[in-house]
C-alpha cells in the first residue's frame, strides 16, 4: 500500500512537472514580440541620441534575464558613457519632451521620483495586440548587475529554475500579489525568493552560491565595487558546468509544493531575512526589526514585515513595500497552493489551472 501510493504519488508529481512547464512555455513572449521590442529599443536609443550623442540604452529585468512573459513591460536604461552630464531630472525632462514631439508614445516624465524615469506607453496595434508598456531610467548600473546574476542563475538550470519562477510570475500575478504599490511583493521579490529557496534552504542545493564561488583568479577592489556595493559573482556559467553539479533530483512539481511550503509554514518571518548571498539572515543583525513605535497610527506600512536583502545594495529590502495585511494575503495564497499541490486531484492539469483560478 505504501509502495503504491509512493508510485501514484510519483506518477502524479512527473505529469504535474510536465503540465507546469507546457504551461509556462505557452505564456513566452513570441519572436515577432521580442523584434518588436528590440526595434522599440533601437528606436528610443537613436532619439535620446539627439541629446546624449554618447549614450546606450540597455534592456534589464524580465526581457534580458530570461523570465519574461508575453506582454510583460520593457525596463530600460540609459547609460552615458563620458562628457558633460545633464542631470537625470533635466533628461527625464528633455527626454519626455523630445519623445512626445517625435513618437505615437503616450509619454509621462517623472523628473522629480526618488528615481527619475520616463514612462512610455503604445496603444494596441495589430502587430502588438496589447501595446507596449516602458519604463527609461538613467545609470541604473546596479539593475543591470542583477539582471545578469538573475540570468546566470536561469542558464544553470533552465527548466527547472525558469519554470518555477514563471509560474511564480504568472500566479502572483493572477491571484492579485504582485503589486508593490499595494503593498504585495514585487516580480523580482518573487524571483529571489525562489534562489534562495534553490540555493539555502534546498539540501542538497539545486544552485551554487554564485557571490560565494571562488573567483578564478585575483580580482582588485575596483573591479568588484560599484558606488560601494560589491556586485562580483561567477559568471562563467560554461565554465561552471564542468565544475560543478546538482545532487537535488528533485522534480519541478515537488519543487515548487516544497517551495510553497517552506514559505507558507517554515521561514520566520518574523524574525528571518532571507538572503541570497548569504542565506538565512536575522533582522536584528541588520538592525531591520519592525519598528512598529516609529511607524505612525495610521501607516500600515512599517518597512520590515517581510524582509529579502537585495544581492548587491544590502542594505536595501526588496520587500520593503510589503504591508501586514499584503504580508497576510501572500501566505494565505501560499498555504492555499500548497494545499492543491500536496492533495491527490485525479489530475495534474486540474490542480494548476485551479491554482492560477
Ligand atoms: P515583470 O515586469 O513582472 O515581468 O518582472 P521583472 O522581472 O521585470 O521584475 P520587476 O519589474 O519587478 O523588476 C525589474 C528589474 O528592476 C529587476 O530585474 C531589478 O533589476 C530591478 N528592480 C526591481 N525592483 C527592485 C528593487 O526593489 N531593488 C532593486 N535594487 N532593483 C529592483
Ligand atoms: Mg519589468
Aim: aromatic share 10%.
Amino acid at each position: 500500500n505504501h509502495q503504491a501510493h509512493y508510485i501514484s504519488r510519483q506518477r502524479f508529481s512527473a505529469e504535474l512537472s510536465k503540465c507546469l512547464f507546457d504551461f509556462v512555455i505557452q505564456l513566452l513572449p513570441t519572436p515577432e514580440e521580442l523584434a518588436v521590442k528590440e526595434d522599440v529599443r533601437k528606436l528610443l536609443e537613436r532619439l535620446i541620441r539627439t541629446i546624449e550623442p554618447n549614450s546606450r540604452l540597455l534592456s534589464f529585468g524580465s526581457t534580458a534575464n530570461g523570465f519574461s512573459l508575453r506582454n510583460s513591460d520593457m525596463d530600460l536604461c540609459c547609460l552615458i558613457d563620458s562628457g558633460e552630464r545633464l542631470s537625470a531630472t533635466d533628461l527625464v525632462t528633455m527626454l519626455g519632451d523630445l519623445l512626445n514631439r517625435e513618437t505615437k508614445f503616450h509619454v509621462k516624465p517623472l523628473p522629480h521620483a526618488r528615481i527619475p524615469i520616463v514612462k512610455l506607453s503604445l496603444d494596441p496595434s495589430p502587430g502588438l495586440p496589447l501595446g507596449i508598456a516602458c519604463d527609461i531610467g538613467f545609470e541604473n548600473r546596479l539593475a543591470l548587475e542583477n539582471t545578469r546574476l538573475l540570468m546566470c542563475y536561469a542558464m544553470i538550470d533552465p527548466t527547472r529554475v525558469r519554470t518555477m519562477v514563471l509560474f511564480l510570475k504568472v500566479w502572483s500575478k493572477r491571484r492579485k500579489i504582485n503589486s508593490p504599490y499595494k503593498g504585495t511583493l514585487s516580480s523580482y521579490g518573487y524571483v529571489l525568493l525562489v534562489i534562495y529557496f534553490l540555493v539555502h534552504v534546498k539540501n542538497p542545493p539545486v544552485l551554487p552560491n554564485l557571490q560565494m564561488l571562488p573567483p578564478l583568479r585575483p580580482i582588485s577592489e575596483e573591479d568588484t565595487h560599484l558606488n560601494g556595493h560589491n556586485i562580483w559573482f561567477f559568471d562563467d556559467i560554461e565554465l561552471l558546468s564542468t565544475r560543478w553539479h546538482s545532487e537535488n533530483t528533485e522534480s519541478i512539481a515537488e519543487l515548487l509544493t516544497d517551495f510553497f511550503r517552506y514559505f507558507s509554514k517554515e521561514f520566520l518571518y518574523n524574525t528571518g531575512v532571507a538572503s541570497i548571498r548569504e542565506g538565512l539572515l536575522t533582522k536584528e543583525s541588520k538592525g531591520w526589526q519592525n519598528d512598529l513605535s516609529s511607524a505612525g497610527y495610521n501607516d500600515s506600512r512599517e518597512r520590515n514585515r517581510f524582509c529579502i536583502e537585495d544581492p548587491f545594495e544590502v542594505d536595501f529590502n526588496v520587500s520593503r513595500c510589503v504591508t501586514r495585511d499584503g504580508l497576510y494575503t501572500i501566505r494565505g495564497e501560499f498555504m492555499r497552493a500548497g494545499r492543491i499541490l500536496a492533495g491527490r486531484p485525479e489530475r495534474a492539469l486540474l490542480a494548476l489551472s485551479q491554482l492560477c483560478e
